[in-house]
C-alpha cells in the first residue's frame, strides 16, 4: 500500500500548475501580437522556449514528489 508523506498533494498541485502553464504556451491565438517561433500566432511568442522552462519544473517536482513523498508498506 502506498503511504503518502506530508506536503504531497501540494507537490502534485504544483506540478499540475506547471504542466498547465506549458500547455497554454502553445494554444493557437489571433489576439496575439507576433508569430512565434514555431510559424503561428500562439498565446506565448515564445513557445517552444516557454514550454520548456514551464516543463522542466514540472518534471524536477514530479520526481521529487514520487521519490521522497511516497513509500511503500
Not at 6 to 28: C, N, Q, R
Not at 32 to 53: E, L, N, Q, R
Amino acid at each position: 500500500m502506498k503511504v503518502r508523506k506530508k506536503g504531497y498533494w501540494f507537490l502534485f498541485s504544483l506540478t499540475l500548475f506547471f504542466t498547465l502553464l506549458a500547455i497554454s504556451t502553445i494554444i493557437p491565438s489571433e489576439r496575439a501580437s507576433k508569430v512565434c517561433m514555431i510559424g503561428y500566432k500562439a498565446h506565448c511568442t515564445f513557445t517552444p522556449i516557454s514550454t520548456i522552462i514551464c516543463a522542466i519544473p514540472a518534471g524536477l517536482v514530479c520526481f521529487v514528489r514520487k521519490r521522497f513523498f511516497v513509500s511503500y508498506s
